[in-house]
């Protein structure tokens, strides 16, 4: 700039240049979570509120957290670069604006929205059901079923949309077993997971828990059910059909494969029971009818 001025004989005059820069537009601003945990990485959804973005280098970003002012601040790098961890924020929904002012007194802002959720649901410990705990009580643990069902009970921290996944030695199945909660789930306080028959392997003791995870990707896993398959029928023999036909009184005897101490032996004559003897230690029982 320069200034002329004229005065009343005809003289004019012009003063030195004055060189200035405006500048009326704010800093450029972005903002965006660190780790977007949920189940996309545009969910805004994340156990960890972590904040990065960009902005004028070597400046100071400052930030509203829920609309307050907080001391916090972050300092750009060489490159524009910020980085800023909130503190103290608890589950829920948040809007946190960063924003920069510059040398001329413009500022820039970016804000974002997202939710946090660092709680991890969780469940019981799997049972198998009645129908699927085939030894001699429907709470042995013990199973001849090679497609199984298991109950999961669900906590309070269980949601609608968390997912049950059934873990056997710690991994997921062959056939994954995955269950996504609904409301009818939430009410009813549990889960059914049916197992894909030959997945849980030779027969044997297993090991089964459930693994909870949410949209945040938060995720729990419940303590193992020990149980023991076994698919395998014994077989079965008659070592002794009894004394002389024309006593009443018969003492039937025989062998199992399998010394399954304390199974039942039925003795059929056709298709009709006619008594019942114990397996013992040695795989030896004996009954009199």
């Known amino acids: 700039l320069t200034a002329r001025v004229n005065d009343a004989a005809g003289n004019t005059a012009t003063s030195s240049a004055v060189v200035y820069t405006l500048s009326t537009t704010g800093p450029t601003v972005t903002e965006t979570l ?29 930030f509203t957290i829920d609309g307050t002012p907080v001391a916090a601040t972050a ?33 820039g802002s970016a804000s974002l929205s997202f939710t946090l959720d660092t709680a991890a649901p969780s469940g ?16 042995d643990n013990l199973t001849s079923a090679t497609a199984p069902t298991f109950t999961v009970a669900l906590t309070p921290t269980a949601a609608v949309g968390d997912t049950v996944q059934l ?14 909660i609904t409301a009818t789930d939430v009410t009813a306080g549990s889960v059914s997971l049916t197992v894909t028959a030959g997945d849980l392997g030779a027969d044997g003791t297993r ?4 693994q909870f995870s949410d949209a945040a990707g938060n995720s729990s896993t419940t303590s193992a059910l020990s149980f023991t398959l076994d698919t395998t029928a014994p077989t079965v023999a008659i070592t002794s ?15 199992v ?22 397996v013992q230690g040695n795989g030896s029982w004996s009954t009199t009818v």
């Open 75 to 107: 300092t750009t790098d060489a490159q524009g670069a910020w980085s800023f961890l909130p503190s103290g924020l608890a589950d829920g929904s948040h809007t946190i604006v960063a924003s920069q002012t510059d040398s001329f007194g413009n500022t």
């Open 167 to 180: 873990l056997l030695g710690g991994s997921p199945l062959a056939h994954p077993v995955t269950h996504v």
């Open 207 to 210: 090991q089964i828990a459930a």
């Open 257 to 278: 494969d399998v010394a399954d101490a304390g199974a039942s032996v039925t003795i059929l004559d056709g298709a009709t029971a006619i008594g019942t003897a114990v």
């Open 34 to 62: 660190t780790a977007d945990t949920g189940s996309s990485a545009a969910d805004h959804i994340t156990a960890n509120p972590a904040l990065s973005g960009t902005g004028l280098a070597n400046t100071v970003v400052h």
């Open 124 to 139: 019981g410990t799997p049972d198998l059901t009645a129908g699927s705990d085939t030894g001699t009580s429907n709470t």
């Open 241 to 255: 059909a009894g004394g002389p036909v024309n006593q009443a009184s018969q003492t039937i005897s025989g062998t």
